[in-house]
């Protein structure tokens, strides 16, 4: 029973938030318990002054009286101060000993004056006594043990005391209180137990506040974090120029840089994707290594990195930086499928002379990226006033290029493709010529990279295939036309089908036609390029590799593609005669063209030296200015002979 009462008067296995919001409770309320005492003691020794001994109306009620001032006075301090749990704990647990005490002291104290006055005082006495304990029953609300603890000990003494009088009314008096009071018991433990589950309530909405706060925040830094590389991503790439842009003024500089890396897909298709993440994550490191303290640097594609250099630098500085951040991406990645090379190059814009808005300074940071890439990859390019008007040029082609079918700009000239020992033409490779009364003569390298952005380059391709199949028709049978596809027609099916319904169209057969399709292009999709070859074959046309060795090429891949010849890129022949390397590399490829029953073809003869050095080589298939410069058709004398 003691330790039963004990444990009640424990309180400390509740929640930490449950104590806080009762000793928040009791702060209010103790010191207005304390008002009802001290109100009903001065009326208890005033109507006993007369009867009872001083001691006890005078010298006990003063004192009963400055215990419960001073108690009250204390709470009510306690309003404005902190309190760890553990004295929290420590106040509670204090209030209902002091209960029990107070009580305890009451309960002699009301007894004792019983002893003095007539009827009427002694019913006072057990009126006090009764609305004392239902106060401190309503007071204590909050307090479960000090409820308990009261009732037993001055409720339940005062209802034996009244019954054993034998005394009708006091009889009945104490019945009355005893049934008040335990009402009034359940009704304080029933609303305690609401309490208790409010408090947990709102703990549970607290922490399920908190755990949605933390999960914003992870969700913040998903939102704005590269997964892979854990570097920022294109977003909060954008967000932090955004931001630049706003709180800096003209003065001060800052420069947006962009990294690509060369030669990156190929890692994908043939060590497989593990790997390019792997390759991915470790250029992250290696360019976090390069940067300075006020550099911040992001991953916002698939192999493109962006950085920006939050001070002013000059040209020779960025170049410099540039070289570094090249550098570092030039060194071979481990791989445990093998030694894994790529490159980088990287595009750097200038704020405020490249542009003042995030739009334009990522446009031109890549469209120096662009220019590294086309010019010598692995290199680095400042954007300046000449690529302003490449800008402007480009611009001017685009709007042209557009109408160049409708005004029947575009026309063809074609280049032999011989047999080097015999120089006899067994091909004519068709390239296109566009002559603008604006712009003159646009170079193809320039017009069809554009073409290709606009996405008229399918029209162009169907009108100038229409016009070199309608030439081939005249060409003696052994001759095959050769006709290059960009990226786009390849992976276009509307355009193959076309193709092949314009072929039909004039009648001729697929087995003439040659389609040149460039390594990178390849490269660009393999698998669907290596799907739309291989229906090309099906169809009967030629498949020819253009430009190979001039990419990535990896002899992994080629095995895919279903090609039947192999045009050596000129980069090969140009220093043929004092570069033994080149030459190495001719013998293998010409190997590797025999091993897969594939032909080759030499792009890029110019000299006689070269022809003779190739021939020896085993080169049988030549092209270059030494034999022919691409001219109109009608400049070839086409002669019927034996096809080969
Ligand atoms: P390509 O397919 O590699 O064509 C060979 C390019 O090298 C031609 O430049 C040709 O004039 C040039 N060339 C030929 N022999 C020699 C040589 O001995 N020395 C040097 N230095 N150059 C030589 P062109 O006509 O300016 O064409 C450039 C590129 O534009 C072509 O490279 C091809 O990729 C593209 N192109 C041309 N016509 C078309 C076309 O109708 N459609 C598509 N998609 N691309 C085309
Ligand atoms: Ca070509
Ligand atoms: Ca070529």
Redesign the pocket.
């Known amino acids: 029973m003691l330790k039963r009462l004990l444990g009640r008067i424990d309180v400390g296995d509740e929640s930490e938030k449950l104590k806080f919001a009762q000793f928040k409770e009791l702060i209010t309320k103790v010191p207005l318990l304390y008002c009802i005492l001290v109100v009903n003691t001065i009326a208890l020794s005033y109507t006993h002054y007369e009867v009872a001994p001083k001691y006890l109306t005078i010298y006990a009620t003063v004192l009963i009286c400055c215990v419960c001032v001073y108690r009250a006075v204390s709470w009510y301090g306690y309003r404005n101060k902190t309190f760890t749990l553990t004295k929290v704990k420590r106040q509670i647990r204090s209030t209902v000993i002091f209960s029990i005490v107070v009580g305890v002291i009451f309960l002699i104290w009301s007894f004792n004056l019983y002893g003095y006055g007539d009827m009427s005082l002694r019913i006072h006495v057990a009126y006090y006594m009764s609305i004392t304990v239902l106060g401190i029953v309503v007071c204590l609300i909050h307090l479960p043990a000090a409820v308990w603890s009261t009732t037993l000990t001055v409720g339940l003494p005062f209802v034996i005391f009244f019954i054993a009088t034998g005394k009708a009314i006091f009889v009945a008096i104490a019945i009355n209180f005893a049934i008040v009071a335990g009402v009034l018991v359940l009704i304080a433990l029933s609303y305690y137990r609401a309490f208790s589950r409010v408090i947990a309530s709102e703990q549970d909405l607290q922490l399920q506040h908190e755990k949605t706060q933390k999960l914003n925040i992870q969700n913040e830094i998903l939102a704005n974090q590269d997964g892979l590389t854990k570097l920022a991503n294109r977003r909060s790439f954008a967000n932090y120029l955004n931001e630049k842009l706003n709180e800096k003024s003209e003065h001060h500089s800052f420069i947006v840089g962009l990294v690509d890396l060369d030669g990156f897909k190929p890692v994908n298709d043939i060590h497989g994707h593990a790997a390019g993440d792997r390759v991915l994550k470790e250029v992250g490191q290696r360019l976090t290594r390069v940067l300075h303290g006020d550099c911040i640097l992001a991953r916002i594609g698939g192999d493109e990195f962006g950085l920006v250099i939050d001070h002013s630098a000059s040209h020779s500085e960025i170049k410099a930086f540039g070289g570094k951040i090249t550098r570092a991406l030039q060194a071979p990645f481990v791989m445990r499928t093998g030694l894994v090379q790529i490159s980088g190059s990287c595009g750097f814009a200038v704020y405020p002379d490249a542009g003042n808005t995030v739009e334009n300074l990522m446009e031109r940071a890549d469209f120096a990226l662009y220019q590294a890439k086309t010019e010598s990859r692995g290199s680095s390019i400042i954007f300046s006033t000449e690529h302003e008007q490449l800008i402007r040029k480009k611009s001017q082609i685009e709007l042209a290029l557009n109408q160049s079918v409708k005004k029947e700009e575009l026309t063809?000239?074609y280049?032999p493709i011989v047999n080097g020992k015999t120089e006899q033409i067994v091909g004519l490779?068709?390239?296109?010529?566009w002559h603008n009364p604006e712009l003159g003569e646009v170079?193809?390298?320039d017009f069809?990279a554009v073409a290709e952005k606009t996405g008229v380059?399918n029209e162009?391709?169907l009108y100038?295939f229409d016009k070199a199949v309608n030439d081939l028709k005249d060409w003696p049978a052994h001759i095959y036309l050769s006709?290059?596809?960009?990226a786009h027609?390849v992976l276009n099916n509307k355009t193959l089908e076309n193709l092949k319904r314009i072929l039909d169209g004039h009648g001729v057969s697929s087995s003439r036609v040659q389609f040149?399709i460039?390594e990178t292009t390849m490269m660009s999709d393999l698998d669907r390029c290596s799907e739309t070859t291989q229906v090309l074959r099906e169809l009967g046309f030629g498949i020819a590799l253009?430009?190979f060795g001039s990419g990535y090429s990896s002899l992994g891949y080629i095995h895919k593609l279903a090609f039947n010849n192999l045009?050596i890129d000129?980069s090969f022949v140009e220093n043929l005669r004092h570069n033994q390397r080149s030459q190495g590399v001719i013998k293998t490829i010409l190997a590797l063209c025999s091993s897969f029953r594939v032909t080759s073809t030499v792009?890029?003869?110019?000299t006689e030296e070269q022809k003779n050095l190739l021939l020896e080589l085993g080169c049988k298939h030549m092209?270059?200015?030494?034999f022919y410069?691409?001219a109109p058709i009608e400049q070839f004398e086409l002669h019927e002979g034996s096809s080969e």
């Open positions: 063809l000239h280049q490779e068709a390239l296109a010529r170079s193809p390298n069809i380059v162009i391709t100038l006709f290059n596809l960009s027609d040149e460039t253009d430009d045009k000129r792009e890029g003869v110019e092209q270059g200015y030494y410069r691409p």
